[in-house]
């Protein structure tokens, strides 16, 4: 069974939001990345990665499928459920990156809070049909393979 079929028969919000954390996770360190977690559940970062003795505050994020073809999708703040409605706070100041699975694909991206956009970013895996490639953010650029130097612990 494929990661996709697997996820995709996680009912909850809050169990896929748990898988996608444990995925980067595992990644990150099959990379030789130590990794932490924060010990309350109300930080603005999921994990945190120590990598060249600095630390870097990481937020996972699920994508979803884009408005386009052979795109994906991800939120770039944050929702939280009030007895007056919703608030819908950035994560600016907050978190150096976000790392994001893209299930369907079985890829997992690092985007940086300053080239992610503030609300959604968008992420194109495949030429889109009219061959535009104008500010376009290709997968390429930001697959956890691809990081820069900087971010790799060996």
């Known amino acids: 069974m494929s990661l996709f079929e697997q996820y995709n028969r996680l009912e909850e919000p809050q169990k896929r939001g748990q898988a996608t954390e444990a995925t980067v996770t595992a990644e990150l360190i ?6 932490l977690t924060p010990a309350y559940d109300n930080e603005p970062y999921d994990l945190v990665a120590e990598i060249g003795g600095r630390f870097y ?21 944050s929702v939280r459920t009030k007895s007056d409605g919703y608030e819908r706070e950035g994560y600016e100041g907050e978190i150096d ?6 299930v369907r694909e079985e ?17 194109r895996y495949e030429p889109a049909a009219n061959n535009n490639r ?3 953010n290709w997968h390429e650029e930001y697959r956890l393979d691809t990081v820069p130097d900087g971010l790799r612990s060996g």
């Open 30 to 35: 099959a990379r030789d990345v130590s990794v």
């Open 57 to 77: 505050r990481i937020q996972a994020k699920t994508a979803f499928d884009g408005k386009r073809d052979s795109t994906v999708e991800f939120r770039t703040r």
């Open 97 to 102: 990156y976000f790392s994001v699975l893209n």
């Open 107 to 123: 890829e997992i991206y690092l985007v940086t809070i300053e080239e992610a956009g503030s609300t959604a970013t968008t992420i």
């Open 134 to 136: 104008a500010n376009v």
